[in-house]
């Protein structure tokens, strides 16, 4: 099937950080999806990304699905929520119930829709024993949703190569250029559509770290990535409060042969 336009919705996994062009901006799996389907579809392909870092899901359908309807695209990713389970209460089984809609709304316009299992984070980021849960009831949810809906579902959970740290950034919570690439092998070999196998590749697992250095590595990290997102929590700031999407409007995007 050849898709003339995609929108891609929701955080900042959709939004591409960790995976900067070289100008600062972010990439992404989304801009390396749209630029492939821009081959099969040719010159009239339209991509907008209305993704933003941050954004919990009530306000990624608040913003961002009223746009999407409008550009009446063929192809819409929905990926949202994964900010919500970090949140000290947060019930994702409501989640659930509250994207279910959406993608409703979505699929009566006509759009084909692209769901995620989120890969397993929470092996490196403290509380797992809460997130753990949280998460794989999210996940759960979006198999449901895409089989009630007819959604394309991305199982980025039942991947062993994102337990490999290098798949992560070095926040440990937002994809490596690697790990973007893979995801967007993945989405295009559930649509159908040929991929650069290059874009499967996993970095060799690093070597363990001895337990002294991997601390010191763990008190870094908390120093550096933990200290100031739990500071915007406390605060009430977003990492997206000053940021808008990167592409709001559908356009042409770079095709990649």
Do not use: C
């Amino acid at each position: 099937m050849t898709w003339k336009s995609f929108v891609a919705m929701g955080d900042s996994f959709t939004e591409g950080m960790d995976d900067a062009y070289p100008d600062g901006t972010y990439r992404g799996w989304a801009d390396l999806v749209a630029a492939r389907l821009a081959v099969e579809a040719g010159p009239d392909f339209g991509y907008a990304n209305l993704a933003v870092r941050g954004k919990l899901l009530d306000q990624v359908v608040a913003d961002q699905l009223e746009p999407a309807l409008a550009m009446r695209p063929d192809l819409v990713s929905f990926a949202a929520g994964g900010n919500d389970v970090l949140r000290r209460k947060v019930d994702p089984w409501g989640l659930v119930h509250r994207i279910d809609p959406v993608i409703g709304q979505l699929r009566a316009a006509g759009a084909d829709v692209v769901l995620f299992r989120f890969a397993d984070v929470t092996a490196v980021l403290p509380g797992q024993r809460i997130v753990g849960p949280r998460a794989a009831a999210l996940n759960d949810g979006a198999r449901e949703l895409a089989q009630r809906h007819g959604a394309y579902l991305i199982d980025l959970f039942a991947d062993d190569a994102f337990r490999n740290p290098l798949m992560w950034s070095a926040d440990r919570l937002h994809l490596s250029a690697a790990g973007h690439r893979r995801v967007a092998a993945h989405v295009l070999n559930t649509l159908g559509v040929g991929v650069d196998e290059d874009w499967m590749l996993v970095p060799p697992m690093p070597a363990p770290t001895p337990w002294l250095l991997a601390r010191g590595a763990d008190l870094r990290w908390a120093g550096q990535h933990f200290a100031p997102w739990l500071k915007r929590r406390l605060i009430g700031e977003s990492s997206g409060d000053e940021v808008t999407a990167k592409r709001p409007e559908l356009a042409p995007i770079d095709a990649i042969a």
